[in-house]
């Protein structure tokens, strides 16, 4: 038998890497916010694929700023 490190976010998700956990658990934190700004008139992304590829940049921009806080 083998340990291994894994990551469980408060939703109780569990992930093999710590960004990944660090991203998801980041969505929950800021997921109202993010979807009001996905289905505002304001999101030129209305496609469902873009959406989502919106909605994971803005996710990873606000861990950017977390990391790089000055």
Do not use: C
């Amino acid at each position: 038998m083998k340990t291994i490190q894994a990551y469980v976010t408060e939703d109780g998700q569990i992930f093999a890497s710590e960004d990944k956990a660090n991203l998801h658990a980041m969505f929950l934190e800021k997921q109202d916010v993010v979807d009001d700004f996905i289905n505002s008139e304001d999101n030129p992304y209305k496609a469902s694929a873009a959406k989502s590829i919106a909605r994971s940049s803005v996710v990873n921009w606000e861990i950017w700023k977390v990391k790089n806080a000055k």
